[in-house]
């Protein structure tokens, strides 16, 4: 199962370099040059980008902020809180933002940024949020395909498929990223619906030193009930941290609420498969959409 799972992992990343191929041959002999040497950091991480590249995820360098001073955010691809760091990539990117006390402010970076986006927080809780465009795969077998469903937990999808009249050889999917991180300055504050097709929503702060934490998952701006979420943390403080895993549902809410230590970060995420429905998904042909929340926080050591 665990060869299977990173199979499907490395036909993403097969996608992926793939389609930035095409964006550099689409660039006119006069621009090629100087947008090479822009989007160049991304090249290599997309050469060097490991086989079980899964999540995406925003990792502050500093979850908790303790001074005025801007905190890094690297927007990581990969698996079990160890992947690899991408740039800024404007044509990757829909949309990045922050958000403090109900306002959302857009966030702009810089084709080539590492870490790719550098924000200055406020007192209490600072949310941002990265959108991406829609990448698309093929996925190397029908074993491989079905896989993927069972990891994501999608029973009906094999009698779907089927019903659908699709064929088990080069199924298409075309994915979207939805990631979050919440920083905190002090206790305090709130995270919102930032507008997400699906997204987490922490209904309590990591900074309040609490022993549980409490988030609502939406999807389409409604409580998705009955949704597997992964649950993934480590310590703050190991330079090579133990990562651990654990599998929840979501109530008739949408929420779940489970167990925190001081000193560790947390990382969850929850997948969306459906038929095609985005236009850019219904123009690409796909046979499938997903569509992926991530949330990452830190709880403070105490």
Not at 4 to 10: E, G, L
């Amino acid at each position: 199962m665990a060869d299977d799972h990173n199979t499907v992992i490395a036909s993403r990343v097969r996608a992926c370099k793939l389609d930035f191929a095409c964006r550099i041959r689409s660039l006119s002999p006069m621009t090629r040059p100087r947008n090479l040497c822009r989007i160049l950091p991304l090249l290599l991480v997309f050469l060097c980008t490991p086989a079980h590249a899964h999540e995406l995820w925003l990792e502050p360098a500093d979850y908790q902020a303790d001074s005025r001073a801007p905190v890094e955010l690297s927007v990581r691809n990969g698996q079990d809180f160890k992947g690899t760091e991408l740039s800024w990539f404007d044509a990757r990117i829909a949309r990045a933002a922050t958000a403090t006390e109900g306002q959302i402010t857009p966030y702009q970076g810089r084709p080539g940024d590492l870490p790719a986006i550098t924000v200055a927080p406020s007192d209490g809780l600072t949310t941002v949020i990265y959108a991406s465009t829609m990448s698309k795969l093929t996925y190397d077998s029908w074993d491989l395909t079905l896989s993927f469903a069972r990891h994501k937990d999608i029973p009906w999808f094999q009698d779907r498929h089927a019903a659908r009249g699709l064929p088990e050889d080069d199924v298409t999917e075309g994915y979207w990223r939805y990631s979050k991180a919440l920083i905190a300055r002090s206790p305090g504050g709130a995270d919102q619906d930032m507008g997400m097709e699906t997204e987490f929503i922490a209904l309590t702060s990591p900074a309040d030193g609490g022993t549980d934490m409490q988030v609502r998952l939406i999807y389409q701006g409604a409580p998705r009930a009955d949704a597997q979420v992964e649950v993934w943390d480590k310590s703050t403080t190991d330079t090579d941290p133990e990562v651990s895993k654990t599998l929840l549902r979501t109530d008739a809410k949408g929420e779940v609420t489970f167990p925190v230590a001081p000193g560790r970060a947390y990382m969850l995420d929850a997948v969306v498969l459906r038929e095609p429905a985005s236009p850019e998904a219904v123009a690409a042909g796909v046979m499938w959409e997903s569509l992926w929340a991530n949330l990452t926080f830190v709880t403070p050591e105490r």
